[in-house]
């Protein structure tokens, strides 16, 4: 047998028995007095108590802008609690960069005459304040090992590293200690 477009198979009393339902239900325009609340297709008894999920969605239709508002709100809500986690994640991070010496991508010069901007490895903004004896400019898309000392809101506050830091891809070729 077929309904629809769906294709069932039962056994022979049963299938019997679904099929005398099927007939019932057309002959007597069941469907339509079902979409109409009719009650007594079954025992006449509570069923108008819980056939309201047939029309919920005209009913929800008519208070669509009240509905569309609820998910504004919602959207409006996730997204503050998803920027303020962002926040409070990305401070904890920049927390354990205090002490710690990056090597640090010189972009341009900063908001402070002898300051330069970079970026750390992890693409954070970068503020150093160049000591008197450097030119910020000569600096710009140099590598430079920076030490964090200070955290702002958006930014990372170092100094220049004391010492050059060797690592895999310095061109700086290390020396022996005590040679």
Same mark, same amino acid.
């Given at each position: ?34 979409? *109409?609340?009719? #009650? ?28 569309? *508002? ?9 997204? #503050?609690?998803?920027?303020? #986690?962002i926040n409070r ?25 002898? *300051? ?7 693409? *954070? ?20 090992s920076v030490t ?32």
């Amino acid at each position: 047998m077929s309904l629809n477009r769906l294709t069932y198979k039962l056994p022979g009393r049963l299938a019997g028995a679904v099929a005398w339902s099927l007939e019932d239900w057309k002959k007597n325009n069941k469907v339509a007095r079902l979409w *109409q609340k009719d #009650a007594s297709l079954w025992s006449g008894t509570d069923e108008s108590n819980w056939l309201g999920w047939l029309t919920i969605t005209e009913e929800q239709m008519a208070h669509i802008d009240v509905l569309k *508002q609820v998910a504004e709100d919602v959207k409006t809500e996730r997204l #503050a609690r998803l920027q303020a #986690a962002i926040n409070r994640n990305a401070a904890a991070f920049n927390a354990r960069c205090r002490g710690v010496t990056f090597d640090v991508l010189m972009e341009k010069p900063g908001r402070l005459p002898g *300051q330069l901007t970079g970026r750390s490895p992890y693409l *954070q903004p970068v503020q150093v304040m160049m000591p008197k004896n450097v030119t910020p400019e000569s600096l710009i898309g140099e590598m430079v090992s920076v030490t964090i000392t200070e955290l702002g809101t958006n930014s990372l506050f170092g100094t220049l590293a004391d010492a050059p830091r060797i690592d895999a891809e310095s061109r700086v070729a290390p020396v022996a200690i005590g040679a």
